[in-house]
């Protein structure tokens, strides 16, 4: 009878929305599996396996370089077309794989969600781990496209880190948005990947955004993107590049708040995910 009551599991509610932060750091390692798992699963099964990550980039910035620098003739600021275009490619690629598999990663894991109790951040994070490896694999591609135009980074690159931890915390915010929204409404798994879509045009992705008249640039940088991608380029083409200080300051705060806005919603409704999933 002693053993027994020894033995005994006391189940408490709410003990683990109190210990919910602990909890996460304690399952940190559930994070490397999920994604080493993801990273496996991924390139499982295909014939050019890992490569894909570097094919996508070749062939956008291909299409982007005829379509915008051949035949649209846009002006890329005294520097070789296919570096300017890569060097704004390569964050928005990032961003848009990060938050197209961060907003359907809760749905993806359905099954695990259903079953144990823990931190479902843990999923989001691992997701985002996952396009962080396929990123750095990319930007092996940025010294090759520097070294073949003749135009090698200076000492700026040094800021591509944090520049990077920039469009990923942008990135996840606007994930955790999409994720809780798409347990609730599965709507916006469509919707999404259209906004994604149509946000690399607005975006100065294919051109640069030293094109936008004066005056109407305040409202162009209203988009968080912009400012990212004007320090990328700063990072990589240096002092060829201007950057709009204001957009960078909007971009930054946009960040911070989207980044807390994600983080509190999907905190706020993360007990409700089994009941809709």
């Not at 520097?79 to 993806?108: C, D, N």
């Not at 911070?256 to 993360?270: D, I, M």
Request: glycine share 6%.
């Amino acid at each position: 009878m002693r053993d027994a009551l020894q033995n005994e599991v006391v189940i408490r509610q709410g003990i683990g929305e109190r210990h919910y932060w602990r909890d996460l750091w304690s399952k940190r390692e559930l994070i490397y599996f999920l994604a080493w798992r993801d990273v496996i699963v991924k390139y499982k099964q295909t014939m050019v396996g890992v490569l894909w990550v570097l094919i996508r980039p070749i062939f956008t910035l291909m299409v982007f370089t005829l379509v915008f620098g051949r035949i649209a003739a846009l002006p890329s600021s005294n520097v070789p077309y296919p570096l300017l275009v890569f060097s704004g490619l390569m964050p928005w690629l990032f961003f848009a794989a990060a938050v197209t598999e961060v907003s359907s990663s809760i749905q993806s894991n359905a099954a695990l969600v259903g079953k144990i109790y823990f931190p479902r951040l843990i999923i989001t994070i691992s997701v985002l781990m996952v396009c962080l490896v396929d990123y750095a694999v990319s930007c092996l591609l940025i010294v090759v496209v520097a070294l073949w135009t003749g135009y090698p980074p200076d000492w700026r690159i040094l800021y591509l880190p944090v520049l990077t931890l920039w469009v990923a915390a942008l990135a996840y915010g606007l994930g955790l948005c999409g994720a809780a929204l798409n347990v609730r409404y599965r709507d916006f798994r469509h919707l999404i990947p259209f906004a994604l879509q149509l946000g690399v045009y607005v975006s100065p992705v294919g051109y640069s955004a030293n094109l936008v008249p004066g005056k109407w640039r305040w409202v162009y940088s209203l988009n968080p993107m912009t400012g990212i991608i004007d320090g990328f380029r700063w990072a990589i083409l240096g002092e060829r590049f201007d950057v709009y200080i204001p957009g960078m300051i909007f971009s930054i705060v946009a960040t911070v708040v989207l980044l807390f806005v994600g983080l509190y919603w999907f905190r706020h409704v993360e007990r409700q995910f089994v009941d809709f999933l």
